[in-house]
């Protein structure tokens, strides 16, 4: 098993559980360390129902403390960047964060490359639901990665499983795998149970009750770098993903 380090890449706390909690918890338990970074502390997100802070310039430092204790949960270390998370507008338009690109991308190859990463695991093109600020995300690493580290090995997250109908895939990038995550879904609920202040977004999308039924089951990832030309991925973590039971849609 050689990846013994992975680094998540995402745009806002609570991305990283979302998106790739079970793959974590599974990387984790398969001794990768894994280190997460959140450009943005998410400042600009929802507040909560009930709000768990009355005055919005609270709201990232709490949502680094709810991101923390996911980390923690889901076996992970964390870095949080200083990029402001923009307000969400009105209609639900969402913006990315102020950055210059390729000082961003190359922040994010040097955390990479600190961490001595064999892996990055990050946002898709299409940023999941079209989220700008996870498209960027998206870019920036890919950006990094082939300028800086060209010999770490790239994956994005939520890719199209279309048998499965969810609003968070990325609908132009199918996935080279998907995974069903039951047997870390505890660790991934940990984890989501840590992000109070989204708990109502997780639910009102379908109208649940609890953050349990908003869990996901099935995750799914895309190699990104190196370009696969149309072969299926045969790397380190393609089989590590196939042993743990993954398939290709
Ligand atoms: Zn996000």
Known sequence: MTLRSVVGIFAHPDDETVLAGGLIALLVQQHSRVHLVSATHGEGGEMGEPPVVTNRALLGATREMELRCAARTLGASLTVLDYVDPVIGPDEALYAFNADF???????????????????LTHGADGEYGHPAHRLVHSAVLEGVRRMLPNVLVY??????????????????????????????????????????????????????????????????????????????????????????????
């Not at 390729?102 to 990055?120: K, P, S, T």
């Open 102 to 120: 390729d000082r961003l991308a190359r922040q994010f190859a040097e955390i990479a490359r600190q961490q001595q990463a064999n892996l990055v």
């Open 156 to 249: 994005s997250v939520a890719a199209l499983v279309s048998s499965i109908e969810d609003r968070l895939w990325n609908p132009n990038e199918p996935a080279h795998f998907a995974l069903d995550i039951r047997p870390w879904s505890e660790t991934k609920l940990a984890a989501m149970e840590c992000h109070v202040s989204q708990h109502a977004l997780f639910k009102r999308r379908k109208q649940l009750t609890t953050v349990r039924e908003a869990l996901r089951t099935v995750e799914s990832v895309r190699r990104q770098w190196p370009e696969t030309h149309g072969e299926s991925p045969n790397d380190d973590f393609a089989r590590l993903l196939r042993t743990a039971g993954a398939w290709t849609p």
